[in-house]
């Protein structure tokens, strides 16, 4: 009896190739089943083929046009050879396939195959040899069905209906090996399980399991693969949100302490602000109280364009905390930014941070830092302050994760910039509390709603949409060095007269110097023809430590020029940016350490080199870094970009808006997927196997309140068995342990 566990050889019958199929993660005959076309040709029809690049891979629905024989003197045999050409055409470029064989025998063989005006599926590698486009050792279905091909393809051709599946391939295992194998699969298949049950079918209108597969694998049109996708993406995204749904109600289950404020400091705190809030930061913040009054933990995501006041939201929160005898703690991605919270802070709260102290306010706490930098005898003391309460207040880095580190009474984990931090780390900060904290992480990263409620999905959502006011609009143009080599000039030109009127300018550069990025970067990748990963050579790339001499000694001469990189020792880093932020610095050299939180009022210009190495999301956020002091901003993108590529067409829509959501959209449809989720923040990367979370947005909504609905009726999922059991291997696998820990 052959069943979804069954092994894929069973189905695939060549032995050699079940060993090949092990490539493409294909282990069972379910496996197999759910491997689904890539895409459909349409067979009675020539494919559409509107440009051809050497080397792409190409697949096509064609006609043989015509079919020549030539001989030729063979020089390692001396004798006769015979080459058949034929030209296949397409909608579009015809290309030259060319066939060599030794014997006249194997010449009429190649001949009889290719019948002129005969249709067929081609496949293979394109080259262009001498101005004309050829399709290299290619394979074939032909549709007359001739019993001329591979057992194979005679049996693809023979099963063709309306539509032929295209499916992933490897070296040695064509398309239609695999469709030859789930045909077989799909006839002696003794049954189908179905997650889901009727009623909830019926409910949403979707197809069984069965049908679905019949219809992705073999459709006779397109309404059916719509049909097959839509079932297979809705299951999948009902299992998701199944899980998620449940993480949620897990969490309402946990108790902690209700943080309902009782003291006077966040009283105190409103009456100085020598500013109002903004609408959203009233209501967000009103939330918040709520959420921090429950006897539950708090999990709310809070998210905002650059400048939004968040970290004013945050601080708001943690005064709640410490006014319920409580403590909160401040976990930055970097030292230059949990210095510049430190400093911000403190400023802020004024007399309201030396609690207890000569000059301090009665209502008043303390705020610590914490980094991995300090000397010992800092360290020990702000650990002390931390571990006895003193400290009500804690910003840090990843020293705060350490197991030494203690609190007396964790009541409420903020995490900045949350995408900086794995899931590991986050949940190390709030395994420190006694009872389970109350947890709000932020990010100026916007994330569609189908992303946040996919990957984030047991979290709360908040948006701050209004900036304060006092934030400038910020002007972005493109340099493309390859169509404009002269512009490199203008900019440098710019840079003085920006720094001549008094302001400040930052210059951004993708590498510290050598073969050196900047801690928690990453050499940044492209794809090539074949959606293969290719490394950009660091070397290659604008560096700290090499345009810094060059600017000096050429076109900023006379300007006060330094540089601020992760490498650089803390207090180096710090005083960079305490004179930078004095004004006593022109222009700074730097790399994505000034991403997040720097804060400088007077810098008004932004420039960064090799700019299309960076992602839309990281650059909103740099230049989010000038126009903060009611100054107009200007950001300035030098590449050197191909014309017409991805990567100017991505620098192209940055320049276009300044709205993060809808840059967020353009990253996710420009970039990987897996790559935006990335598998250290929802460990979704490899799970999200049929849902793309923009493309499916109706599905995703339904999916979450089909979960909800479903969990209120039957919350241990005891009348769809089939649907809980992968619902539990989701929950109990590696890939929901972000939930977990979230």
Known sequence: ??????????????????????????????????????????????????????????????????????????RRTNKTAYRVDAVLATNGPSLRMSFFAKHDATATWHRKRLPVGVEGVFTGKVTLFRNEWQLTNPEMVMFDRSGDETDAARVAAERLKGLFPVYRATKGLESWDLQQAIGFALTVLDEVPD??????????????????????????????????????RFEEALVTQLVLARRRAATRLLGT????????LLAAFDDRLPFELTAGQREIGDRIEADLAEPHPMNRLLQGEVGSGKTLVALRAMLRVIDSGGQAALLAPTEVLAQQHFRSITAILGDLASGGMLGGAEEGTNVALLTGSMAKPARQESMLRIASGEAGIVIGTHA????????????????????????????????KATYPPHVLVMTATPIPRTVAMTVFGDLETSVLTELPAGRAPITTNLVPLQAQPHWISRVWARVREEAEKGHQVYVVCPRIGGDVLEEGESDQLDYDEDGQQVTVAPASLAAVEEVLPELVDGPLAGLSVAMLHGRMAPDDKDRTM?????????????????????????ATMMVLLDADRFGVSQLHQLRGRVGRGGLPGLCLLVTRAEEG?????????????????????????????????????????????????????????????????????????????????????????????FMEKA
Do not use: C
């Open 645 to 737: 590529s991805p990567a100017l067409e991505r620098l192209a829509a940055v320049a276009a808006t300044t709205d993060g959501f809808e840059l967020s959209r353009v990253d996710l449809e420009t970039r990987r997927e897996g790559d935006v989720l990335g598998a250290s923040q929802s460990g979704f990367r490899s799970s999200l196997q049929q849902l793309r979370v923009l493309r499916d947005e109706k599905t995703i909504v339904a999916a979450r309140e089909a979960a909800e609905a479903l969990l209120v009726t039957d919350p241990t999922l005891a009348s769809a068995p089939l649907l809980a059991a992968a619902v539990d291997a989701l929950e109990e696998s590696g890939k929901s342990g």
């Open 1 to 74: 009896m052959i069943g979804p566990d069954s092994p894929i050889a069973t189905v695939l019958g060549d032995s050699k190739k079940a060993g090949k199929v092990d490539k493409l993660g294909l282990r069972t005959v379910g496996d197999l089943l759910g491997h689904f076309p890539r895409r459909y040709l349409k067979t009675g029809e020539l494919t559409e083929v509107s440009t051809l690049e050497p080397g792409q891979q190409l697949t096509v629905v064609g006609r043989i046009a015509r079919v020549d024989t030539r001989t030729y003197l063979d």
């Open 257 to 264: 302490r209700s943080r309902a404020g009782g003291g006077g």
């Open 578 to 602: 305490r004179t930078f932020a004095a004004g006593q610095i022109d222009v700074l050299v730097s790399t994505t350490v000034i991403e997040v939180g720097v804060d400088v009022a007077n």
């Open 400 to 431: 705060l994760l350490e197991d030494r580190v203690t609190f007396a009474d964790l009541g409420l984990v903020v995490v900045d910039e949350q995408h900086r931090f794995g899931v590991e780390q986050r949940a190390a900060l709030t395994g």
């Open 195 to 232: 997650l889901l049950p009727e009623s909830l079918r019926e409910q949403w209108s979707l197809i069984d399991s069965r049908t679905a597969l019949d219809w992705i694998h073999n459709p006779d049109d397109y309404s059916q693969v719509g049909a097959a996708q839509r079932r297979f």
